[in-house]
């Protein structure tokens, strides 16, 4: 799976961002979110990835992750292939590719960008005039993180710095 920046340090945080092709709202697409949340839980679970916070968008998504960066790639490759593979089946969404082919990481390495890059995600659907406030979109780990949430995806809050 390509990467934006290929030297980047391993580490064990990230905020990763992948986009639909072309920009593309497939979110919008009635069951498109509930694929998400399936793939992301079932490779977080064989990639031992703890999400620490996600939102799914219209036409991306964003994650912050604590994950083994040798395995970052393959991890987002098989969700990603699952996503394509499953949208086509089930969705009858027939495209070559939903997804632009790389995605982008920021190594986070201190506990001030570890939260810039939490709030950023829970502000994104708000920010994009989807809903008022962030505990309105429902695809977003926010209510996790104020005891609204809806238990889509298991979120790791027991992170520290």
């Not at 992750?65 to 996503?83: C, H, P, V, W």
């Not at 810039?116 to 920010?127: A, S, W």
Request: some cysteine; aromatic content about 18%.
């Amino acid at each position: 799976m390509g990467l934006r920046f290929e030297n980047q340090k391993l580490c064990d945080c990230y905020f990763v961002t992948t986009t639909f092709k072309d920009w593309e709202n497939f979110g919008n697409i009635q069951g498109v979110y509930e694929l998400l949340a399936e793939s992301l839980d079932f490779y977080a679970i064989k990639y031992h990835v703890k999400i620490i916070g996600y939102v799914f968008m219209p036409s991306h998504i964003h994650l912050l992750l604590i994950i083994n960066g040798e395995y970052l790639s393959g991890f987002m490759r098989d969700f990603k292939k699952y996503i394509s593979q499953k949208s086509i089946k089930e969705l009858g969404i027939h495209r070559n590719h939903i997804w632009k082919p790389r995605f982008d990481r920021v190594a986070v390495y201190t506990e001030k960008v570890f939260r810039t890059k939490l709030e950023y995600i829970h502000k994104n659907p708000v920010r994009a005039n989807l809903v008022e406030n962030m505990e309105s979109w429902k695809w977003s780990s926010y209510g996790e993180y104020v005891g609204k949430g809806n238990g889509i995806i298991p979120v790791y809050k027991e992170w520290n710095w």
